[in-house]
């Protein structure tokens, strides 16, 4: 299983960046797509899942209104669409994956993915 990040960058307050997540070498029959972000000196924390059976997402209280997650799946690629960018969404942003049918919590942390994608950097920054 590969995943591939892209589309970081570096964006004023208020500006929007769409992430993207190529996926390759899946066997799995279900799976979730979760993306991920880690601030310097914080812990990585969750900000979506999204399940390929049925394209139930999550997403942390803190990005609902300004993040939504979708997929292309005839191009296997995963998007995290991020608007109304704050200076605290700065970090580097990451796509995981897991062979499972339903979400864990988005909140549980990254012991619940096996696969992981390099990470994008995003700075928010005027």
């Known amino acids: 299983v590969q995943l591939v990040e892209s589309g970081g960058g570096v964006v004023q307050p208020g500006g929007s960046l769409r992430l993207s997540c190529a996926a390759s070498?899946?066997?799995?029959?279900?799976?979730?797509i979760g993306w991920f972000r880690q601030a310097p000196g914080k812990e990585r924390e969750g900000i979506s899942c999204?399940?390929?059976?049925?394209?139930?997402?999550y997403l942390r209280t803190s990005v609902q209104g300004r993040f939504t997650v979708s997929s292309d799946k005839p191009k296997n690629t995963h998007y995290l669409q991020m608007d109304s960018l704050k200076a605290e969404d700065t970090a580097v942003y990451y796509c995981?994956?897991?062979?499972?049918?339903?979400?864990?919590?988005?909140?549980?942390?990254?012991?619940?993915?096996?696969?992981w994608g390099q990470g994008t950097q995003v700075t928010v920054s005027s």
């Open positions: 995981a994956a897991q062979a499972r049918r339903t979400c864990p919590p988005v909140v549980s942390g990254p012991q619940k993915y096996d696969y």
């Open positions: 070498g899946f066997t799995f029959v279900d799976y979730v």
């Open positions: 999204q399940a390929s059976r049925d394209g139930t997402t």
